[in-house]
């Protein structure tokens, strides 16, 4: 009992710390374009479950304090790192929702973008969000290699080989029947990637070793995969107004998920041993884990 | 007469090492997806001027050489400079091509990605060539502060407060009367920020002092104004045949522009006395400026 009230106390505190962050860094709507900052800001401070930011923090608890300086240091980056991670992937949100792709209306129980501003400031806005994104790593206050392993990772996983890629695969996967490993593939791409990312930018922050890192690695594949079975599942059980965007979009499209293709009591079976299979793997963190590990909890017991 | 063949000579040598650059540095047509990379290549690699490259290689001119791994490291710097910067000035044409956007048929004489591939892809082509431009340069094998230089001063040009700034301030001045110094502000964020940009970058890699940085900044903000009130002279006066794009478009769309603004004359008298400006900017830099100072000549004696 007390464990479960902890991480609520955990979670706000955290969350918070990245709609503060959040609102430091972006630009503000005081800044010539006016309409593009407020739209950003439209944009990433829409609310949201901030699970990437919230990756980011827990997993920057995972190392060891040497002193107040690396403390300091460490802190700015985890900032800049939860900032960065959540203006991509509100870009990709924004993008995403756009006529030429999934063509919504609605996002965190709010019109989208495209419909609260027009098509080409969503455009401008996602594309300006990368950008931040970026700019932020760069101009983190903490040690050069560190901010590079940053920018190099969240570029591997948002870009072509990644989280963009995985759309591009999506998008030609509508109407085909794609079998479990390349549905496995293409969400690895397009949601997997970012997750697991977050998790790596607070390790990269926290001055984890490699075998450390692999170890974190685990957890978030396990993690990311847990995500979008889960995703499918409430695509397929709740409503739109619970999930805050259009359910079922899925099925109306034709487009293979894990329900369809494991049967609705499977995937929420095979959603909770892998949660179990994230916690185990980060035995050897201890105690320092246990925000990871309750994260894990969160994501696949989540009803929206 | 023998200093134009040997530019031409230059021009004709760093185009090739920024063509091999490009095709060393973006993923291959094989690589998943396919489709995606196919079209990514489409769009960097479709010709055009390569003038941002050329910028950087003859601004990286103006350093010293001080031994062989010291230049080793600053082409690979410039490489990756040269491609990073041909990525964010593809994906803001294949953007702005957009039906959303222009709604443009033809870009460099050949169909836009939107028509040649689809809409969708042509909007992840954009974000994933962003992401693939910031990645470069955090991979690029030269000195850590060298390349977080690059990536903030790149994040800095193409973002909110640049080249995108300057496109939704655009977007908000169709049929309103800009007039003189809000035309020069839209273009100095549009299309001034990322050719200023390209000689900064170029700058940092040669490790050039402040006040050079200074007296390069200079050159750029010439420049790019030239570069601006030439390509409205062309648009005024030129066919879309020889542009590889469709001409008279700003006046159809009753866009100001500095011909509009100031007559064709003074806008063509003024495009030579920001050349000047440009080139006696770089005095001190003597005979390493050569390049550069040609470069300008290019800009405004260009026929598309």
Chains 1, 2 share one sequence.
Not at 1 to 9: A, H, I, K, L, N
Not at 84 to 110: K, N, Q
Not at 161 to 182: F, H, T, W, Y
Request: net charge negative; with cysteine.
């Amino acid at each position: 009992m007390s464990t479960v009230f902890q991480f609520q106390d955990w979670v706000i505190a955290h969350s918070q710390r990245a709609e503060s962050a959040l609102d430091r860094l972006l630009d503000s709507e005081k800044t010539i374009p006016h309409r593009l900052h407020e739209a950003m800001r439209y944009a990433a401070q829409g609310g949201g479950k901030r699970i990437r930011p919230l990756l980011v923090y827990a997993a920057g608890q995972l190392g060891n304090s040497i002193n107040e300086q690396a403390d300091q240091e460490k802190n700015a980056a985890l900032d800049a790192a939860a900032v960065a991670i959540e203006c991509i992937h509100a870009y990709s949100l924004v993008h995403d929702d756009l006529p030429c792709m999934d063509d919504d209306d609605l996002r965190r129980g709010r019109p989208t973008v495209h419909k609260a501003f027009d098509e080409a400031t969503a455009l401008l806005v996602g594309d300006a969000l990368q950008t931040r994104a970026f700019e932020i790593l760069a101009n983190a206050k903490c040690d050069a290699n560190i901010r590079l392993a940053m920018i190099s990772a969240l570029a591997a996983a948002s870009g072509s080989r990644g989280m963009a890629g995985g759309q591009a695969i999506d998008l030609e996967s509508v109407g085909k029947k794609l079998d479990l490993d390349g549905l496995k593939q293409m969400h690895a791409m397009k949601t997997g990637a970012l997750l697991s990312c977050a998790t790596a930018l607070g390790g990269i922050a926290a001055g984890l070793s490699p075998a450390q890192m692999t170890q974190l690695l685990v957890y978030s594949e396990a993690l990311g995969l847990a995500f979008q079975v889960v995703d499918d599942v409430l695509d397929a059980t709740a409503d739109s107004q619970t999930l805050g965007k259009t359910a079922g979009k899925d099925a109306a499209a034709n487009k293979p998920t894990y329900v369809t293709l494991m049967g609705l009591d499977y995937a929420q079976k095979q959603a909770k041993t892998l949660q179990e299979t994230a916690s185990a793997s980060l035995k050897e963190f201890g105690s320092k884990s246990a925000a990871l590990k309750d994260l894990a909890l969160l994501v696949v017991n989540r009803a929206k």
